[in-house]
Structure formats: C-alpha cells, structure tokens
C-alpha cells in the first residue's frame, strides 16, 4: 500500500534523521573505544596494590624469601607467608616499581613483616605499596620495627 503524497515527504526527513543520528552515536562509540588505551601490567598492579591498602586488614606475616635479579631488567621479589582465620597462605609480590621506597640492604628469611589482605579475599595481599610499608627494618642497635623508615631489601 502507497502512503499519499503528503505523508512521504515528513516520513523521508525522519528517516533521514533517524540514520544521521545512529551513524553519529556509531562513529562516536567508535572514535571513544579505539581511543582508549589499554592499561599496562604495571598499571594493573598499581592500581591493585593501591586497593588493597585502602581497604586491607592487617595481619603480621613471615618474609619466606627476597629476590634481585639483576640483568636486562632489575626486578625483585617478596615471598611470605602469613594466615587468615585459621588458613594459612603463601604469597609474593613483586617489588621493582616500589624500590625508591625502600633502602636497600638485605631482608632474611624468618624476619616478622606486616601484611595488608583484602578481607573478602584474603589471598589479595600487599608487604609494600607507594603509601604504606609492611617492611620492619632493624635500626643500628637492632630494636626498632617501624615500617618503612628502616626498611631494607636484597641488593644494591
């Protein structure tokens, strides 16, 4: 059936509008997803870290080991061991992007750390971010346990 004549002309200019407006929100929607760029490992683990310390619960934990590794790239490992209710995780976090944090030196296997967990998922955990140290470095005399001030890790 054949609209009249009067009709065909306000019909076209709708549908005319109609396909400008979804061509426009579909480029839009293009130009804005290709545009974001994706976040870097180290920006994932940044943010993570971050969260963690905002919302983390404390807990004391045993530093397992620290590792440097030194060649193309510097990286350094933390590996400890710490309970929750009753369970008991081990866990390690990288540390290469928070060494300006910390003084070098040498943390020991067996040395008492603080940990930050998130409470709803415990194996989330943090011993350092770029706001808090759960590093107990020991002053000259060998007795004082404040974070960060005193922290230490293995190389330089």
């Not at 019909?11 to 579909?26: E, Q, T």
């Not at 807990?59 to 620290?66: N, R, S, V």
């Not at 002053?139 to 404040?146: F, I, L, R, T």
Request: glycine letters at 10%; charged letters at 20%; proline letters at 5%.
């Amino acid at each position: 059936m054949q609209l009249p004549m009067r009709l065909q002309p306000h019909l076209s200019a709708w549908l005319i509008a109609l396909a400008g407006s979804g061509a426009v929100v579909g480029t839009g929607t293009w130009l804005l997803l290709r545009g974001r760029r994706k976040k870097t490992d180290a920006e994932k683990e940044r943010e993570r870290r971050l969260a963690v310390n905002a919302i983390g619960r404390m807990t004391d934990g045993t530093l397992t080991e620290a590792l440097l590794f030194e060649g193309d790239s510097k990286s350094a490992m933390l590996f400890y061991r710490y309970s929750v209710a009753g369970v008991e995780y081990s866990a390690a976090q990288e540390i290469s992007d928070l060494e300006s944090s910390i003084r070098p030196g040498t943390y020991l296997p067996g040395e008492a750390i603080t940990i930050k967990y998130d409470p709803q998922h415990p194996p989330n955990s943090i011993v350092i971010c770029e706001n808090w140290s759960g590093l107990h470095g020991r002053s000259e005399q060998g007795s004082d346990h404040s974070p960060a001030r005193n922290s230490r890790v293995v190389g330089s």
